[in-house]
């Protein structure tokens, strides 16, 4: 499996991005796909992600009512909608593809098998 980000840029406070992520190859029927992020200095964080099984959608706290997951299964491309952004939103952004991972796992980066690139999301003052 393949997964290559894009989206991402500078952008000033208040403002948007949309991040995409194209998935290629062969997963299980029981897929998730996640965003996290990781600013300079800092661990890496989950920001959202999607489950196949259930179709179920889950943020972090800092991403609910700002930030919007989706996915267009006929593409295999996650997005990631990016509104009222502020600096500390800064960082790499990653997608990760994990097959069969139990609900409890998937805000967990050391449970994804599969990573994206990353790509840059920079918020100005």
């Known amino acids: 499996v393949q997964l290559q980000a894009s989206g991402g840029g500078l952008v000033q406070g208040g403002g948007s991005l949309r991040l995409s992520c194209a998935a290629s190859?062969?997963?299980?029927?029981?897929?998730?796909m996640g965003w996290f992020r990781q600013a300079p200095g800092k661990e890496r964080e989950f920001v959202a992600r999607?489950?196949?099984?259930?179709?179920?959608?889950a943020y972090a706290d800092f991403a609910k009512g700002r930030f919007t997951i989706s996915i267009d299964k006929a593409k295999n491309t996650v997005y990631l909608q990016m509104d009222s952004l502020k600096p500390e939103d800064t960082g790499a952004y990653f997608c990760?593809?994990?097959?069969?991972?139990?609900?409890?796992?998937?805000?967990?980066?050391?449970?994804?098998?599969?990573w994206g690139q990353g790509t840059l999301v920079t918020v100005s003052s």
């Open positions: 190859g062969r997963t299980s029927n029981n897929y998730s």
């Open positions: 999607y489950r196949r099984n259930g179709d179920s959608i």
């Open positions: 990760a593809l994990g097959n069969r991972l139990i609900l409890s796992s998937t805000t967990d980066p050391d449970k994804y098998d599969y």
